[in-house]
């Protein structure tokens, strides 16, 4: 008797909880994406904003950091050249777009360049976008 009693109140429980949690089940997976989602807007905007402020027109700018898988990568890559060079921003553009790291990229190209004192040699570009390890390529290069 006392067994059946038992069972009962673990039945009308369940009945009762179950749908409690399905419902905190699903506002709690619907809340994760929306957060990601705006984060990804975000991403995207910074980037088109950062590539228009170093002279890349609207339409470039909006069709690259779409392309993009790391957006703010992109916009930092080509900032941070543009900023430290004097190559063309559309050279700079179209290498970074290329790199697997664009950040990686960026890095030896300033480096080659500050060491050098060459604030306009596109073959400093076109080294570091084929390098696979640009930074310890750019090591290399400024220890010879």
Do not use: H
Request: net charge positive; with cysteine.
């Amino acid at each position: 008797m006392i067994f059946q009693r038992s069972q009962r109140q673990i039945k009308s429980s369940i009945y009762w909880i179950s749908p409690v949690l399905a419902a905190f089940g699903l506002l709690g997976m619907s809340l994760p994406s929306t957060a990601i989602t705006a984060t990804y807007d975000n991403d995207y905007r910074a980037c088109a904003g950062r590539l228009k402020s170093v002279g890349v027109s609207v339409e470039t700018s909006a069709s690259s950091c779409a392309d993009a898988l790391r957006p703010q990568d992109l916009a930092g890559c080509v900032v941070k050249i543009k900023k430290q060079t004097q190559l063309a921003t559309n050279e700079i553009l179209s290498s970074c777009t290329q790199a697997r790291r664009p950040s990686d990229l960026s890095s030896c190209v300033a480096g080659i360049s500050y060491y050098t004192k060459e604030l306009a040699n596109p073959a400093v570009l076109g080294y570091c976008r084929r390098s696979l390890l640009p930074v310890q390529f750019a090591q290399c290069v400024v220890g010879i």
